[in-house]
């Protein structure tokens, strides 16, 4: 008997609520803490076997002491992901060591958290560093599209990840009157094989209630660039908590009539498992 493609969420975050011991040093749409534990609740309703918990910049930066927590709690569920700052000097040494943390899957750049260049020292030495780790760098990158395009074909050795579609998503509805306005400087990043894309938080992007059905006329182009081969689906939990449901989020993609069942099973969980060579257990 075949056995069926684990559901895995490309990116979800847990966080605990502000306080003195672990104070956030900004804020991230959301309830006041989302734990490892309400995380996991969520998923077992729903039957997503398993996620990358990114850990999330807007209050910790680039200090993965919590997600790091909740790996130890729930070890089989999540592959954790941690942003790395390009102005630290051991930058590479840092990608290094987070490569050899038990549960870690990869590593996030923020090119939406200054004006960097293509020959910024060190998002290089983060991108080089991800090759030499062998796993994926996860590129929060909407509204750089060009500077990813041109980082993307200077590391070909690195895996490279789109977060969110590559595009500005809305943290309460409704989205912008044109979501996909950039739609082509995404397609355009499919020419670069070491680059897959995460279709996380796309249903925040509609103008329609639950299932979305504005959304697929978009994606489908983005499939049809990368193919399925290169497309993880995934809710950008909690950070979509203002415009639905975690369940919304999940089975807005099992109910569409957009998907064969083979598209489905890659998009939901087939293609990470290969990309980040994980897989929940």
């Excluded at 299932?211 to 950070?239: H, K, N, S």
Aim: one cysteine or more; aromatic letters at 10%.
């Amino acid at each position: 008997m075949a056995t069926q493609t684990p559901t895995i969420d490309s990116q979800v975050h847990a966080y605990e609520r502000n306080r003195p011991e672990r104070p956030w040093i900004g804020y991230l749409q959301g309830p006041d803490e989302v734990t490892g534990d309400d995380m996991t609740a969520a998923m077992d309703a729903v039957g997503v076997d398993g996620a990358l918990l990114v850990s999330p910049f807007s209050m910790y930066r680039y200090d993965p002491a919590y997600v790091l927590e909740v790996y130890a709690k729930h070890p089989g569920r999540f592959g954790l992901i941690k942003p790395f700052d390009p102005q630290s000097e051991a930058v590479a040494d840092e990608v290094a060591e987070w490569a050899g943390t038990p549960g870690v899957v990869g590593a996030r750049i923020m090119l939406t958290a200054q004006e960097f260049e293509a020959d910024d020292p060190g998002i290089n030495r983060i991108l080089a560093s991800g090759a030499q780790a062998g796993f994926p760098v996860n590129v929060m990158c909407s509204g750089k599209l060009p500077l990813f395009l041109e980082l993307a074909r200077r590391h070909p050795d690195t895996q490279m990840v789109v977060d969110h579609v590559g595009i500005a998503q809305p943290s309460e509805p409704p989205a912008p009157p044109e979501p996909f306005a950039d739609l082509a400087n995404v397609v355009s990043l499919a020419a670069c094989d070491n680059v897959s894309i995460k279709i996380s938080g796309a249903c925040t992007l509609s103008h329609q209630p639950f299932p979305y059905p504005d959304i697929w006329e978009y994606l489908r182009q983005v499939f049809d660039a990368f193919g399925f081969e290169r497309c993880m689906w995934g809710t950008d939990w909690t950070r979509a908590v203002g415009v639905l449901s975690y369940e919304q989020g999940v089975e807005a993609f099992r109910v569409t009539d957009q998907l064969s069942d083979s598209e489905r099973s890659a998009l939901m969980g087939g293609t990470l498992a290969k990309i980040y060579n994980w897989s929940p257990n």
